[in-house]
């Protein structure tokens, strides 16, 4: 079964300053992950995905993500940080080799950014 | 731009109450779903649709059920609300693609039920 975690559920950090927020995931054959923000009073947004090919994909606002397959990991970076980017982050994997349809999201991860 | 709506964004029923959430997808997407967001819990898949008339249940279906009748449109129901069906409930499209394409949100709906 597939699943992913967000270790942290929250992240401050100053404006100017890189971030990272942390995903790890779970899958039986080739992940395809994505990770989504959420503005206050609004809904999710795509940021950016890997599918296949280079292990760094980027993304709207500035974001980047590496893929790691030892280490099973999708970290979410920016490497300086906006206040605008305050808001819930969250990373989602589907499983390339199931058929299906299902996408599995984590819990989410908010970041504050302090000016 | 893609856009979803979703006809309330703060809905308020009793419990017991048969509750209808709209959404509809402008970008004719075959994929349609159905989430709720609860604190910690992060989004959680109740039903989703790949075609007109197709459904299939997600994680969360009990007390849930769906229609989709037309290729935009994708309609939960909540057949009779209960106090725990309180969250916000998101729906999403995406085309179609061995699920390796992304989801558009609506901006949710925030369900009370008292």
């Known amino acids: ?17 890189p971030l990272t927020v ?5 899958v039986s054959g080739n992940p395809y992950l994505f990770w989504y923000v959420q503005y206050p009073n609004r809904g999710l947004q795509f940021l950016l995905k890997y599918i296949t090919g280079d292990n760094l994909v980027k993304g709207s606002y500035g974001f ?3 893929f790691n397959k030892s280490q099973t990991s999708f970290h979410l970076k920016k490497p300086s ?13 589907r499983d390339g080799g199931d058929g299906g349809f299902k996408t599995i999201f984590g819990a989410g ?5 302090k000016a | 731009d893609v856009k ?3 006809s309330s964004r703060y809905l308020v029923k009793r419990t017991g109450e048969k509750v209808f959430l709209e959404c509809v997808q402008d970008m004719d997407h075959e994929n349609m779903f159905w989430y709720r967001q609860d604190p910690g819990l992060g989004l959680r898949l109740i039903y989703f649709s790949y075609d007109v008339k197709m459904k299939e249940k997600g994680d969360i279906p009990e007390g849930y059920s769906v229609s989709r009748e037309k290729k ?4 939960l129901i909540l ?4 106090t725990n069906q309180t969250s916000m409930y998101l729906c999403a499209s995406s085309s179609w693609g061995d699920g390796y394409n992304e989801q558009f949100f609506g901006p949710g709906t925030r369900l009370t039920v008292l």
């Open chain 1, 81 to 93: 940080a906006l206040v605008s980017d305050s808001a819930l982050y969250f990373c989602a994997v």
């Open chain 1, 1 to 17: 079964a597939q699943s992913v975690a967000q270790p942290e559920d929250q992240v401050n950090v100053a404006e100017g300053n």
């Open chain 1, 64 to 66: 980047e993500a590496e």
């Open chain 1, 22 to 26: 942390k995903c790890t995931y779970s």
């Open chain 2, 4 to 6: 979803v709506t979703q």
């Open chain 1, 109 to 113: 991860t908010r970041l504050f950014v």
């Open chain 2, 79 to 82: 057949e009779s609300a209960s």
């Open chain 2, 72 to 75: 935009e449109r994708f309609s």
